[in-house]
Every structure is written in structure tokens, then in C-alpha cells.
């Protein structure tokens, strides 16, 4: 069966950088994309972006660009989603989602504070 | 501020029928078939229930089903019971260049 598995909660201080992983097993990694979503505390659903776990193509969201970087080690099917200059309002629940313009299969979500 | 909107809130009695509308543009829910509906209960990851305007995954209740006129997509839950209360979010393909607002700001859904 398609998982996703994400890494632990993190906590961070303003101004430093989170790395979420995200392991997927139960399909064929290269032949889906992984896309990241994150929801703040009483909030909604915000996409971030999206890698292609075949080439490696990516598309962000304009108001991440040049803060957010993903990746992907197709070796241990495992993609990668770093956010960069943390700021109070990143903190989030941060999950991966296996997508080709649906998001089928979520992780399970990492929660991540940025607090002083 | 989602592109997609939605209720932020619906209600409706077990045994009733509730529909959640998401209105976009012709540049997503209007001009592609590919709306898909999430439903999320408190703590949990999103679970997609539609795909492709009304296609339901397997091992998801044929009392939802999914629907679009114009630029509206609408999700019916019918028979509704207590386990449906949660929040449900629509999402859609954009041909904008920013991919911005991808999901609708979310309903949530009262069982009464």
C-alpha cells in the first residue's frame, strides 16, 4: 500500500532553516510527483510547491520563492522540502502529498514551530 | 486569500443532504475537469474523497459524490452521519502561472 513518511517535529528559532523529509514506499517513486502543503494553526490548506520525482522539475509558490527548496533522493525514495529564514508565521503542520494533479496520498504531517 | 471559494461553514442533520459549492474562474474550476475534494477531521492529514469533478477513490462512500456547472463545483454528502463532521476542501487545476490559491479556504461541516 502507497505511504508516506514524514520526519519528526522540529522547533526553530526565527531566522534558521528546517529540512522535512518525506519517504515513500508501496508505488513507483519516479513515476508521481510529491507536492507540499502546509496549514498554520486554525488555518487552511497552502500549497508550496511541487517537484517532479522523475527529472527533478520544480514549481513554487511565488511567495516562497528563494526561501523554500525541494528535493529528491530517488535512491531511497525520499523527497525533501527545506524552508529557509523561518519566520513566526511558518510555523505549520507541513505534510507531503504524492500528486499528478490530485494529491492522492498525504504523509502524516510535521509539525514545525518557530518560536524564540 | 484562496482563489477557490467556499462556505466556511455547513450544517445538516444525520440522514440529510448537504452540498458545499467552490466557485473559481474559467481558469481553473471552469475551464478543466480536474476539481478534487479533501475532507479533514481535527489533527489528521487531508484524505482526498473526489477526483476529476465527481470520481470517488476506492473505499470511499458512494454518499459523496462530486459535480460542476460553470465556474461552481459542488460536493454532495448525502445520508450524512456524525463521522462526516470535518473539514472539506476543494482544489483544482490552474493555468495560472502562479499556482497560487490551489485549495479553497475550507467548510466546515456541523453534523447536528
Redesign the interface.
Known amino acids: 500500500q502507497v505511504q508516506l513518511v514524514q520526519s519528526g517535529a522540529e522547533v526553530k528559532k526565527p531566522g534558521a532553516s528546517v529540512k522535512v523529509s518525506c519517504k515513500a514506499s508501496g508505488y513507483t517513486f519516479t513515476s508521481y510527483g510529491i507536492s507540499w502543503?502546509r496549514q498554520a494553526p486554525g488555518q487552511?490548506?497552502?500549497?508550496m510547491g511541487w517537484i517532479s520525482a522523475y527529472n527533478g522539475n520544480t514549481?513554487y509558490?511565488?511567495?516562497l520563492q528563494g526561501r523554500v527548496t525541494m528535493t529528491t533522493d530517488t535512491s531511497t525514495s525520499t523527497a525533501y522540502m527545506e524552508l529557509r529564514s523561518l519566520r513566526s508565521d511558518d510555523t505549520a503542520v507541513y505534510?507531503c502529498?504524492r500528486s499528478v494533479?490530485?494529491?492522492?496520498?498525504?504523509?502524516?504531517?510535521t509539525l514545525v514551530t518557530v518560536s524564540s | 486569500q484562496s482563489a477557490l471559494t467556499q462556505p466556511a461553514s455547513v450544517s445538516g442533520s444525520p440522514g440529510q443532504s448537504i452540498t458545499i459549492s467552490c466557485t473559481g474562474t474559467s481558469s481553473d474550476v471552469g475551464g478543466y475537469n480536474y476539481v478534487s475534494w479533501y475532507q479533514q477531521h481535527p489533527g489528521k492529514a487531508p484524505k482526498l474523497m473526489i477526483y476529476d469533478v465527481s470520481n470517488r477513490p476506492s473505499g470511499v462512500s458512494n454518499r459523496f459524490s462530486g459535480s460542476k456547472s460553470g465556474n461552481t463545483a459542488s460536493l454532495t454528502i448525502s445520508g450524512l452521519q456524525a463521522e462526516d463532521e470535518a473539514d472539506y476542501y476543494c482544489s483544482s487545476y490552474t493555468s495560472s502561472s502562479t499556482l497560487e490559491g490551489v485549495f479553497g479556504g475550507g467548510t466546515k461541516l456541523t453534523v447536528l
Open positions: 502543503v487552511g490548506l497552502e500549497w514549481n509558490a511565488q511567495k505534510y502529498a494533479d490530485v494529491f492522492d496520498y498525504w504523509g502524516q504531517g
